[in-house]
């Protein structure tokens, strides 16, 4: 016994010290010969080489190949089992004849991210049948994947996402068939136009993970493959001509996301909703569903995201959803749902994002929106709100008001002008009075866009302390149709680009003190019906000016653009239609190379057309010189009249 079991020893260790030292090795050597072979085939992508090393860099023969990067292999056999080359900087193309294909035992593949071209070798599927994992995502193949694929029966988890990759109607409905173990598919931006998607209702019904988006499906979806048992992420957002229904009541109870955005589902959405208590995603933005939203949401804890937007939902806005704990989007935009906003919330303590906009939501805009300690964006425009709003306490950090296209009254409440972060602050279109003084409006120091159009009794005053208030970000400020009778020239030092004041209470004159500074303004709209005169135009580098129906008298004044000529260098549009402007078109106009349109339509001017009108041959379209006297050739301005 003895000698034997010595024998034994002698002869095992003979074995090991007597051939190459590989034969310690795990790995068995044809499958380290093998590894070594293709990878003499890989070329490497250099500009991804100066970021990673890749792994085949540490594949070489001294070494156990179970031991190199990204590779595994079984302890007991020694076979290689998994290789995970992703992010490998492969470039060029993977050949039917590579003998990376001799390793049948492999299970796990993942090639993704890498460079290679042409297609899927079909030796990939019908010589790894035992794979599990296969992740050819973001690869580079391209072309039809071979119908080999339905080969991979025992594969749980499929990513052929991100390449130009195509299958047909024959591939996808034999992989459906046969991939009876199938969990995950992962299959964004595969072409998949010519697969039928019945074969969906043929899937594996251990399926938790389907991603299709963007994968230009179209016909109906089959709704049983949403009431898969164990079904958790459905994405299939992207497939515009997608149509489906959700299943009335059985919805797979595991469901953790389900995004539609931009599909065609219709239909109305069943009240069985309430039981998705996994829920954290549902994005159903642009479909064709109708109907009222079941106000099923008070057990969704986990809800993050709900977007709604842009179907033709109607009846009463949801109430349950202003329970909700965890939620961070809500967006029910676009829809033509009623009801009020609740006057009292206490949850939404997350929540980021809230877009109503475009209802018939009524009733006040309550003060709890402006407290909400996560909120960043509050979007009610185009809604029936009236009502004033009160003050409030605790500002938050929101970035974004837009109230616009609303019925709301009353003054703009001071404490608006304490959310320290807010940058657009949009309220046209409503019934707002009150005068917004310099001083307060300088408190919000990270305000971007100001639109107050259309609020026939706010005005806008400077402040008479005496202080000069900035407006560091200011850009945009829109007060069309308001009360306000003095032109604002405290914004001056600011960044302001765009300041439109038309249909104001504006009377006399812009003096040129008012109009120095301005540096950034290329947008100015001063049509107003009371301007009588212009010492000077604010804005250096003006593209668009518009002053018409005003009350200007006399002839067009350089002095206007205090500048050196040619001036002003950026001006394209100049409208100054409905004015009392008397004399000839100043022949200075021709200097003014960047003009593109000029409209001194109903004026009372007259004399000859500058020559250099007819000139201009990349620009000016359009002298309208309706009720004016003009005279000159004709032809000129047939063509230049448009
Ligand atoms: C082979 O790789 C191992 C590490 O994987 C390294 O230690 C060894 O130096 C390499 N040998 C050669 C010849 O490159
Ligand atoms: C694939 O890549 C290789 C190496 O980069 C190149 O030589 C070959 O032309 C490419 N083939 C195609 C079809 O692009
Ligand atoms: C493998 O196939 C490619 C393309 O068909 C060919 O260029 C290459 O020579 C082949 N390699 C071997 C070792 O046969
Ligand atoms: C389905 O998979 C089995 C292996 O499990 C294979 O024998 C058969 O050919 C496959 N069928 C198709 C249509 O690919
Ligand atoms: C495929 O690999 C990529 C990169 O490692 C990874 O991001 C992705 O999640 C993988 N897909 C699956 C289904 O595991
Ligand atoms: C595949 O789905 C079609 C349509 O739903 C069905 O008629 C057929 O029986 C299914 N085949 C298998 C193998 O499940
Ligand atoms: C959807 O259908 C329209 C009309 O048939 C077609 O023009 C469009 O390309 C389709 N879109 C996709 C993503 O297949
Ligand atoms: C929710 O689930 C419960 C139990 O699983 C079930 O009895 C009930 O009918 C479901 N509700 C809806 C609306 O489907
Ligand atoms: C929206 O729903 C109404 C009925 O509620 C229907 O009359 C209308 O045609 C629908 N609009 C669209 C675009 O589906
Ligand atoms: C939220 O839930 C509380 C009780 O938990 C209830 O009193 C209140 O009416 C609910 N609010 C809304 C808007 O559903
Ligand atoms: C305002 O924004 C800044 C970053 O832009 C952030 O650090 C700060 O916390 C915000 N203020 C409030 C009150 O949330
Ligand atoms: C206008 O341009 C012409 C020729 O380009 C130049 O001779 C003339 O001095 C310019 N006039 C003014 C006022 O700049």
């Known amino acids: 016994m003895v000698t034997r079991a010595l024998i034994q020893i002698f002869v095992l260790f003979f074995a090991c010290s007597s051939t190459s030292s590989s034969s310690t090795h795990l790995c068995l050597s044809d499958q380290t010969a093998s590894l070594l072979e293709f990878k003499n085939t890989l070329s490497f992508n250099d500009y991804c080489m100066q970021f990673t090393s890749p792994r085949t860099n540490s594949w070489n023969g001294t070494a156990d190949c179970c031991s190199w990067e990204g590779i595994s292999c079984d302890k007991l056999t020694g076979h290689i089992i998994a290789i995970d080359l992703s992010d490998g900087c492969l470039q060029g193309s993977l050949h039917a004849n590579s003998t990376l294909f001799q390793l049948r035992q492999l299970q796990q593949l993942n090639f993704a991210y890498n460079d290679f071209n042409g297609s899927i070798p079909s030796p990939l599927f019908n010589h790894f049948v035992s794979l599990t994992y296969l992740n050819l995502s973001s690869s580079g193949f391209s072309g039809l994947i071979p119908h080999e694929i339905s080969l991979l029966s025992s594969l749980v988890s499929l990513d052929l996402s991100y390449s130009s990759l195509t299958f047909d109607a024959t591939g996808f409905d034999r992989l459906s068939r046969n991939l009876t173990k199938l969990r995950n598919l992962v299959l964004e931006y595969t072409d998949m136009s010519g697969v039928s998607v019945a074969s969906f209702s043929n899937l594996s019904s251990s399926m938790e993970t389907l991603s299709l988006g963007t994968c230009q499906l179209h016909g109906e979806f089959p709704s049983e493959v949403l009431s898969l048992p164990y079904l958790k992420h459905v994405e299939l957002a992207w497939n515009e001509n997608l149509t489906g229904y959700l299943p009335k009541t059985n919805l797979s109870p595991s469901l953790v996301s389900l995004d539609l955005y931009y599909c065609r589902f219709k239909g109305s959405i069943p009240s069985s909703f309430g039981n998705l208590t996994q829920i954290t995603l549902l994005d159903f933005t642009q479909n064709d569903f109708q109907g009222e939203i079941p106000d099923v949401f008070e057990n969704l804890d986990k809800l993050t995201i ?321 009720v004016n006297n003009f005279h000159g050739k004709i032809q000129i301005l047939l063509r230049i009249i448009c």
């Open 306 to 626: 709900l977007k709604f937007g842009s179907n033709n939902f109607s009846g009463q806005a949801p109430t349950t959803v202003f329970n909700l704990t965890q939620v961070t989007q809500i967006d029910l935009s676009h829809n033509r749902l009623e009801g009020t906003l609740p006057n009292h919330v206490t949850r939404l303590q997350f929540l980021q994002y809230l877009t109503l906009s475009n209802n018939l939501i009524s009733g006040g805009v309550p003060v709890w929106l402006f407290s909400l300690p996560s909120l960043i964006t509050i979007d009610l425009s185009y809604n029936k709100l009236t009502g004033s709003i009160g003050q409030f306490q605790k500002p938050n950090s929101v970035m974004v008001i837009d109230l616009s296209f609303n019925d709301i009254q009353g003054p703009i409440p001071s404490s608006l002008f304490d959310l320290n972060n807010l940058s657009s602050l949009l309220l046209s279109s409503n019934n707002f009075s009150g005068v917004i003084e310099s001083s307060i409006l300088s408190k919000l120091e990270n305000l971007y866009d100001l639109q107050l159009s259309n609020n026939g009794l706010v005005s806008l005053s400077s402040s008479n302390d005496g202080v000069n208030y900035s407006f560091p970000q200011l850009t945009r400020v829109l007060f069309s149709s308001c009360s306000v009778r003095k032109f604002p020239s405290f914004f001056r030092t600011s960044k302001v680009e765009v300041l439109d004041l038309s249909n104001n209470k504006i009377s006399g004159g812009i003096s040129k003190l008012e109009a120095e500074g301005w540096e950034g303004l290329n947008m100015l709209n001063l049509s107003n019906k009371f301007l009588t005169s212009l010492e000077q135009i604010p804005g250096k580098y003006l593209q668009i000016l518009d002053l018409h129906s005003n009350l200007l008298q006399g002839p067009i004044l350089s002095t206007w653009f205090n500048l050196p000529p040619p001036n002003p260098p950026y001006l394209s549009l100049l409208l100054i239609s409905e004015n009392i402007l008397t004399g000839n078109i100043p022949s200075l106009i021709c200097n003014w190379t960047s003009l593109v349109v000029l409209d001194l339509s109903k004026n009372n001017m007259s004399g000859t057309i500058p020559e250099c009108l007819g000139n201009y041959s990349n620009g000016l379209q359009f002298i309208n010189s309706q």
